[in-house]
């Protein structure tokens, strides 16, 4: 598809998919870059535009998150993910940095197929819980920031440990929107500092605020008429198969 970045198309189709990722999210509690990663390499093809593009068109909505939650919070297990997280976000970043045409492809199929293992772990609900916490936490964030700054995907070793953990879903869903916030705008510095914000990136993110706005709302009014695991299921099946796409590009 040949789309240019002042293209109606272009912003129409970035909108679209924010908007998807984003009713996700705040319906289920995770996946907005689970799917949006994907989807919007399969159509824009360049990584290096697309992992800024996220977290610039998130971090503002998460600051207005973090505001009304910040009283659930546990503000010392986001202080370990993102002290852990820090220095493999740079290493994530440097990676995507150094990516060319001939590499490209590679890491939009590896996009891809952390997707797909990601959430066939978190649809297998593992639960045997790890008496210790701290050392789970601190590797489950260097984890989370190597994915963050590489490909954008921060939260699977998250939800996976907390899953595993049994957290309760409120803190543990407050807690996630929290680490995400700070590690976007923290990612965000690298990126400029790495020379990974561009105009494009920027215009891809302004395309994709209004969408991920509007996909939070109406994910808030939906999640009071779900009950049960129904929706839970269709979300994974659906991140699933967005986990697909890059192998056809």
Same mark, same amino acid.
């Given at each position: 598809?040949?789309?240019?970045?002042?293209?109606?198309?272009?912003?129409?189709?970035?909108?679209?998919?924010?908007?998807?990722?984003?009713?996700?999210?705040?319906?289920?509690?995770?996946?907005?870059?689970?799917?949006?990663?994907?989807?919007?390499?399969?159509?824009?093809?360049?990584?290096? @535009?697309?992992?800024?593009?996220?977290?610039?068109?998130?971090?503002?909505?998460?600051?207005?998150?973090?505001?009304?939650?910040?009283?659930?919070?546990?503000?010392?297990?986001?202080?370990?993910?993102?002290?852990?997280?820090?220095?493999?976000?740079?290493?994530?970043?440097?990676?995507?940095?150094?990516?060319?045409?001939?590499? @490209?492809?590679?890491?939009?199929?590896?996009?891809?197929?952390?997707?797909?293992?990601?959430?066939?772990?978190?649809?297998?609900?593992?639960?045997? &819980?790890?008496?210790? @916490?701290? &050392?789970?936490?601190?590797?489950?964030?260097?984890?989370?920031?190597?994915?963050?700054?590489?490909?954008?995907?921060?939260? &699977?070793?998250?939800?996976?440990?907390?899953?595993?953990?049994?957290?309760?879903?409120?803190?543990?869903?407050?807690?996630?929107?929290?680490?995400?916030?700070?590690?976007?705008?923290?990612?965000?510095?690298?990126?400029?500092?790495?020379?990974?914000?561009? @105009?494009?990136?920027?215009?891809?993110?302004?395309?994709?605020?209004?969408?991920?706005?509007?996909?939070?709302?109406?994910?808030?009014?939906?999640?009071?008429?779900?009950?049960?695991?129904?929706?839970?299921?269709?979300?994974?099946?659906?991140?699933?198969?967005?986990?697909?796409?890059?192998?056809?590009?």
């Amino acid at each position: 598809m040949n789309l240019t970045p002042d293209s109606l198309q272009l912003y129409l189709i970035i909108a679209s998919i924010t908007a998807l990722a984003g009713t996700l999210q705040s319906v289920v509690g995770f996946g907005f870059n689970l799917v949006a990663a994907p989807l919007l390499i399969f159509f824009l093809k360049d990584p290096k @535009e697309v992992v800024p593009a996220l977290h610039l068109s998130w971090f503002l909505l998460g600051l207005a998150i973090c505001l009304r939650l910040w009283h659930q919070m546990n503000a010392r297990r986001i202080a370990l993910w993102f002290m852990s997280a820090l220095p493999a976000v740079f290493i994530g970043v440097w990676v995507l940095s150094q990516l060319d045409e001939s590499n @490209e492809h590679f890491l939009n199929r590896a996009i891809g197929s952390v997707t797909i293992l990601a959430t066939i772990a978190i649809a297998l609900k593992f639960h045997r &819980p790890f008496r210790h @916490e701290k &050392p789970w936490i601190l590797a489950s964030g260097g984890l989370s920031g190597l994915l963050c700054g590489s490909t954008g995907m921060s939260g &699977p070793p998250l939800v996976l440990l907390g899953l595993n953990q049994g957290w309760p879903a409120a803190q543990f869903r407050a807690d996630l929107l929290g680490y995400f916030t700070l590690l976007s705008i923290a990612t965000i510095g690298i990126c400029q500092w790495q020379g990974l914000i561009t @105009e494009t990136s920027i215009r891809y993110a302004v395309a994709g605020t209004p969408g991920l706005t509007i996909g939070f709302i109406a994910g808030a009014l939906i999640a009071k008429h779900i009950h049960g695991n129904r929706f839970r299921y269709a979300a994974i099946c659906l991140i699933c198969a967005t986990g697909v796409l890059p192998w056809l590009a």
